[in-house]
């Protein structure tokens, strides 16, 4: 059984910093490209980074570059996002995705339950 677990998220004040995790079990990590998307409060979900399957390659939403860092730890089955900078527009549900697909418009198979991030200006 596939699980997807989030963590890291919480209240910071504008200007600073979270690190987002992302544990995956039951499947084999690097088979997938991994993901990070958000979904603020009467928005739709939108994707915010993504990472291929060693990390050669990521892609941000032109808002959150030069801000967020996405990466990768194979052996240890976790992705990250580092958010400096942050933001009260970054406020959102995060979500994790694993898929066989690198890209934010690919299809992704396994989703986590969201971690909050809250920015207070």
């Known amino acids: 059984q596939v699980q997807v677990v989030e963590s890291g998220g919480g209240l910071v004040q504008a200007g600073g910093s979270l690190r987002l995790s992302c544990t995956a079990s039951?499947?084999?990590?690097?088979?997938?490209?991994m993901a990070w998307f958000r979904q603020a409060p009467g928005k739709e979900r939108e994707g915010v980074s993504c990472i291929s399957w060693e990390g050669e390659y990521t892609y941000y939403k032109d808002s959150v570059k030069g801000r967020f860092t996405i990466s990768r730890d194979n052996a240890k089955n976790t992705l990250y996002l580092q958010m400096n900078s942050l933001k009260p527009e970054d406020t959102a549900m995060y979500y994790c995705a694993a898929g066989p697909y690198y890209g934010l418009r690919s299809e992704y198979n396994y989703w986590g339950q969201g971690t909050q991030v809250t920015v207070s200006s």
């Open positions: 039951g499947l084999t990590f690097d088979d997938y490209a």
